[in-house]
């Protein structure tokens, strides 16, 4: 096992996530899905976090990510979820200013933002 490192610490912190879309559309087809794979691992990527594995589903999507001890594991997520739903609103929703007042992801455990997460430790 490899454990990665930072200057007081070493770590190996993999974590499951799911999103599901606000009412569990089945939006997750064609055009959004190939949108969103590399918007997803490009977002993880700027905080410093690296997607293992992925899958989309029509109605959710699965993540295993490795996130440092240095980032709250909400931090890192919100930063993914709040981003890409502001892309995935430009890219296809013909929007050029922020998402406001309407939602790509359902409202997660007390009000977390966009997407839900569920996380198995």
């Not at 993999?14 to 087809?29: E, G, M, S, T």
């Not at 410093?48 to 931090?75: C, F, N, T």
């Not at 993914?80 to 309407?102: D, L």
């Amino acid at each position: 096992m490899s454990y990665e490192s930072l200057s007081h610490s070493k770590w190996d912190c993999k974590y499951h996530v799911v999103f599901v879309p606000k009412y569990r559309k089945k939006v997750l087809y064609g055009k959004i899905r190939n949108f969103l794979g590399p918007v997803f691992h490009e977002l993880a990527g700027q905080r410093r976090s690296k997607i293992l594995e992925g899958h989309m589903v029509q109605d959710h999507v699965h993540m295993l990510i490795a996130i440092p001890l240095k980032y709250a594991v909400s931090e890192v997520l919100g930063y993914i979820k709040g981003k890409s739903a502001i892309a995935v609103a430009r890219q296809f929703s013909g929007r050029k200013t922020n998402f406001n007042g309407e939602s790509f992801c359902t409202q997660g455990h007390k009000g977390s933002g966009l997407c839900s997460i569920n996380c198995w430790f």
